[in-house]
């Protein structure tokens, strides 16, 4: 959970409290029961205020001990788990040599491909090259004959 969702339930939970606080004080109540919910109110209080602290101090923690990992610091960052942490860009720039073979003999074999069919044509490759014969190819023979 994020720190903004945080704060806004923590804003709804206080909104809460303070409306079931006002609807409470606004009854009628004898001094015993308004007495328990006084105490009760302040025991929830001192124990908001003490889980706030503690999950504060745990954000912190983890905040420090992931930077201090992320800057090569810390307890246990060994020899292994650098290497560890370079595995996976490894296999990331060993992908993209074999994506970039790949494609550049995928090209190559097209373009032998399409050499080949030009060079075993009935037509000479001179034709292919000429500006009416692409006009033939694109819209057919002409309409008024031969």
Same mark, same amino acid.
């Given at each position: 959970?994020?720190?903004?969702?945080?704060?806004?339930?923590?804003?709804?939970?206080?909104?809460?409290? =303070?409306?079931?606080?006002?609807?409470?004080?606004? @009854?009628?109540?004898?001094?015993?029961?308004?007495?328990? =919910?006084?105490?009760?109110?302040?025991?929830?209080?001192?124990?908001?205020?003490?889980?706030?602290?503690?999950?504060?101090?745990?954000?912190?923690?983890?905040?420090?001990?992931?930077?201090?990992?992320?800057?090569?610091?810390?307890?246990?960052?060994?020899?292994?788990?650098?290497?560890?942490?370079?595995?996976?860009?490894?296999?990331?720039?060993?992908?993209?040599?074999?994506?970039?073979?790949?494609?550049?003999?995928?090209?190559?074999?097209?373009?032998?491909?399409?050499?080949?069919?030009?060079?075993?044509?009935? =037509?000479?490759?001179?034709?292919?090259?000429?500006?009416?014969?692409?006009?033939? @190819?694109?819209?057919?023979?002409?309409?008024?004959?031969?």
């Amino acid at each position: 959970m994020n720190n903004a969702t945080y704060l806004q339930r923590e804003a709804q939970m206080d909104r809460f409290g =303070l409306k079931v606080a006002a609807h409470l004080d606004d @009854l009628p109540l004898p001094h015993d029961i308004s007495e328990r =919910l006084r105490v009760a109110r302040q025991q929830a209080l001192a124990q908001r205020k003490t889980a706030s602290a503690t999950q504060t101090q745990a954000a912190a923690s983890v905040s420090a001990s992931g930077s201090a990992a992320v800057l090569g610091g810390g307890e246990g960052f060994s020899w292994f788990n650098r290497f560890a942490s370079a595995v996976p860009v490894l296999a990331l720039a060993i992908g993209l040599v074999a994506i970039h073979i790949n494609v550049n003999d995928d090209r190559a074999n097209e373009l032998a491909e399409v050499d080949t069919q030009l060079l075993t044509d009935d =037509l000479p490759p001179s034709a292919h090259t000429d500006p009416g014969f692409a006009q033939y @190819l694109k819209f057919g023979p002409p309409a008024g004959g031969q």
